[in-house]
C-alpha cells in the first residue's frame, strides 16, 4: 500500500512562510497529478493547489501566495506557502490520482492521500 509522507507543518505569525513537501513511499509511484487539500475544523475538505504536468490549478483564496511545484527526481511534492493568513489555518493533506494525468480539478479522481499535516497561523 503506497503512503504518501507529508512534513514541513507548524505554527507561523500572520504573514510568514511555510513549506509543505509529500513524498510517496514507492519510488515507482505516479505522480503525474498530485495535489494538496485542507480541511479546517467545521469546514469540508478543499482544494488548495494541484499540479499535472505543466498545468496548475489553484484556489482563489491562495493565488499569488501559494506555490506548487514538483522535483521528479525525488519524486517529492512541495507547496510554498507566503503571506500565510490566520484563515489558512487547517490540516493540509497531500493527494493522487492512481495514474494518468489530471481529469479536471475535481477531489474524486485522487486515491491517494497522506495523513495530514498542520498548519497554524496566527493573528
Known amino acids: 500500500q503506497v503512503q504518501l509522507v507529508e512534513s514541513g507543518g507548524g505554527s507561523v505569525q500572520a504573514g510568514g512562510s511555510l513549506r509543505l513537501s509529500c513524498t510517496p513511499s514507492?519510488?515507482?509511484?505516479?505522480?503525474?497529478?498530485m495535489g494538496w487539500f485542507r480541511q479546517a475544523p467545521g469546514k469540508e475538505r478543499e482544494g488548495v493547489a494541484i499540479?499535472?504536468?505543466?498545468?496548475?490549478y489553484y484556489a482563489d483564496s491562495v493565488k499569488g501566495r501559494f506555490t506548487i511545484s514538483q522535483d521528479n527526481a525525488k519524486k517529492t511534492l512541495y507547496l510554498q506557502m507566503n503571506s500565510l493568513k490566520p484563515e489558512d489555518t487547517a490540516m493540509y493533506y497531500c493527494?493522487?490520482?492512481?495514474?494518468?494525468?489530471?481529469?479536471?480539478?475535481?477531489?474524486?479522481?485522487?486515491?491517494?492521500w497522506g495523513q495530514g499535516t498542520q498548519v497554524t497561523v496566527s493573528s
Open positions: 493527494a493522487a490520482r492512481s495514474g494518468g494525468y489530471c481529469y479536471g480539478w475535481g477531489r474524486n479522481q485522487f486515491v491517494y
Open positions: 514507492e519510488v515507482t509511484f505516479s505522480t503525474l497529478c
Open positions: 499540479i499535472s504536468a505543466d498545468i496548475f
